[in-house]
């Protein structure tokens, strides 16, 4: 008999917690096998293909196109041990096989409120200590998971890491949670559909399997009362992000009364801040009147939001909006810009290139110069630790520069930096920018990035103020290089003149030791014999 497993959309790495469906490649009635891609999903900050750790046969898909699923969300459903003409019945509860968002109660996502307790039953001790994401729910006879352990590189869906199991608080009346789960099997069938749509960030209204049965007033029910208490009971919420928690928190916010833009009325951070900036403004616009004549509230009009195209920002959008604003929030940035003469770099460059061997990229010789200031001067190579007020001057250099791409702007990084060659450095930075062209960046290339280097001199600018790349504590900005009247050896002479600007974090140092960094950047442009006195 096949059975039927169900996959959820792993955790794609470095905090991500959704992304975006590009492209099913697979349909209902499919056969996959272990570790074939099923989808194609875009994080913002990169093309992923999912693999799926089972192999059978599709039996329902979640999720449309275009469409956002939550890190932990139900994606395939998969009848595994069944061929192509096996119909699974009951594995989609009649309704069908695609949903746009899976209902946080429905048997679509186990099958049967019955699959669901004995689901619970195997695997419950080993599926409440997997982290959300790590591929399945369903478990085998044996109580163990089945996969492939491969879905994505550091995040399988194999034999789980054994995790200390957290105890939960038990309602007053209600039996402990032990060991023995044959004491109250009615209250396990009826609470397994809740506690899934809990992990998954949906929690919704569950109704139980039998009205009359033992858990139906303590398992979904007390959760409904919970979630509509208009005393403030703590309940399950729409909410999975911490940072979500922490925001309406701060800020005096009853998640309770708002509404989720999210799949399943999930409640994301732009709907927190929207919320804010409402109030805010409805404050500003309308301070409230005096005690001895009540004035009543006004009314927000359709007609006062702004006209015009409205473009989500979200994705790989979304996330570079809140990183520049956390940036400008957080960091007490500062600018310092020179004029240099590149003329001898730019003959230094032609003769690396004309002698031989790999070519050398203007790119890459800036970078080698950066390394060498920032030996000299390593405190713009650092973070500040906010909790612990400190700064902390790091001892590799991942230099992250700036590429430009048909999706948009992305950051890729180099790793130790400082240990390479002009040579190397350029095959590095020829590689991630055709991956970032491609889309086909890793997470882990595109974050750890302790320095940026910025060439907007490719888009035929002179200067910039750039924004530093959060939590990095300093960037070097380059602008173009063209020809211009300069001094020269005491006469006017027309040279190849460069604009460089660096804009620090002056927590972590002042002026003094941005402008002395930025003064041996410039003498190297402008006499590379002062780079090899410093090797």
């Known amino acids: 008999m096949a059975q039927v497993l169900e996959f959820k959309l792993p955790d794609l790495g470095e905090g991500l917690t959704e992304a975006e469906i590009v492209r099913w490649l697979v349909a209902v009635g499919d056969v996959v096998a272990i570790d074939q891609p099923v989808v194609e999903v875009e994080t913002a900050k990169a093309m992923v293909e999912v693999p799926c750790p089972y192999g059978g046969v599709v039996t329902a898909r979640f999720g449309e196109e275009g469409s956002e699923l939550p890190v932990g969300a139900p994606l395939l459903m998969v009848a595994v041990g069944a061929t192509a003409g096996e119909e699974a019945t009951g594995t989609s509860g009649g309704q069908p096989a695609d949903h746009a968002a899976p209902a946080a109660g429905s048997t679509t996502a186990t099958g049967s409120a019955e699959a669901a307790g004995a689901t619970a039953d195997a695997g419950r001790s080993r599926s409440e200590d997997v982290p959300t994401g790590s591929g399945s729910t369903g478990s085998a006879s044996d109580g163990r998971t089945e996969g492939s352990g491969n879905v994505l590189v550091g995040y399988g869906t194999g034999a789980p890491i054994a995790r200390r199991r957290r105890i939960r608080p038990t309602a007053p009346g209600a039996a402990p949670h032990g060991p023995d789960r044959s004491v109250a099997p009615a209250r396990t069938n009826a609470t397994t559909p809740a506690l899934t749509a ?272 959060h939590p990095e504590a300093a960037m070097l900005g380059v602008g173009r290089i063209v020809p211009k009247p300069w001094v020269h050896q005491g006469e006017l002479a027309v040279r190849q003149v460069v604009q460089l600007s660096l804009t620090f974090d002056h927590r972590v140092c002042d002026g003094g030791t941005a402008g002395g960094f930025l003064r041996y950047v410039a003498d190297c442009v402008e006499q590379p014999a002062v780079l090899l006195r410093g090797l």
């Open 198 to 469: 809990i992990r998954a960030g949906t929690a919704r209204s569950v109704a139980p399997s039998h009205p009359g049965s033992q858990g139906s007033t303590t398992g979904s029910q007390a959760m409904d009362r919970d979630s509509a208490d208009p005393n403030g009971a703590s309940g399950p919420l729409p909410v999975i992000s911490p940072l979500v928690r922490r925001l309406a928190r701060d800020n005096g916010l009853d998640l309770r009364q708002l509404p989720g833009s999210g799949p399943d009325g999930l409640i994301l951070r732009a709907d927190v801040e929207y919320a804010l900036r409402a109030a805010s403004a409805a404050t500003a616009s309308n301070p409230p009147a005096p005690k001895l004549v009540p004035q009543p509230a006004p009314v927000a009009s359709v007609d006062s939001a702004p006209r015009g195209e409205r473009i989500p920002l979200r994705g790989l959008r979304g996330v570079v909006a809140d990183k520049l604003s956390r940036s400008r929030s957080e960091i007490p940035d500062a600018t310092c810009w020179v004029d240099a003469d590149a003329t001898e770099l730019m003959a230094a460059r032609a003769a690396m290139n004309t002698a031989g061997g790999p070519k050398v990229s203007l790119l890459a010789l800036l970078a080698r110069i950066c390394t060498a200031a920032l030996a000299r001067h390593p405190e713009l190579n650092s973070t500040v630790d906010l909790e612990a007020r400190e700064v902390v001057v790091l001892p590799e250099v991942h230099l992250g520069f700036a590429a430009q791409t048909e999706r948009g702007l992305f950051v890729p990084v180099v790793r130790d930096a400082h240990l390479r060659s002009a040579e190397s450095l350029s095959t590095e930075f020829a590689r991630l920018t055709e991956a970032a062209r491609e889309g086909a960046l890793t997470p882990a290339e595109l974050t750890g990035g302790t320095f940026t280097l910025n060439n907007y001199g490719v888009f035929g600018v002179d200067g910039s103020t750039p924004i530093i790349n």
